[in-house]
């Protein structure tokens, strides 16, 4: 088992990726104006911060392990995506002036 943050880290070898969804929300306090003229100025609001944590496995037993080790807790989650990788593409960018 790996976790991964960004597509440089997926290390090789590895044939499922799962997935765990989460956001968090960081509240922001009105500004003075809005507080003293209602429809002016910033109002009070929530933020969402959406994250995704990424744990890639090797093999199916390691992904039971894995989805057992999840699912104790709450039988009914609804935050997780299991993915089967066939094979990793890597992906270029080209950069072509023609005058």
Request: glycine fraction near 4%; charge should be negative.
């Amino acid at each position: 088992m790996a976790h991964f943050f960004n597509p440089n880290e997926f290390p090789a070898g590895y044939k499922f990726i799962v997935q765990i969804f989460s956001t968090t929300y960081i509240h922001h306090e009105a500004d003075r104006r809005s507080i003293e003229a209602p429809g002016h100025g910033y109002p009070a609001h929530d933020e969402p911060i959406h994250q995704v944590e990424q744990i890639a496995l090797k093999d199916e037993k390691e992904l039971q392990e894995e989805l057992q080790r999840l699912y104790t807790k709450d039988k009914n989650r609804k935050d997780i995506l299991v993915l089967e990788i066939n094979r990793v593409v890597p992906v270029g960018v080209s950069v072509q002036v023609d005058f």
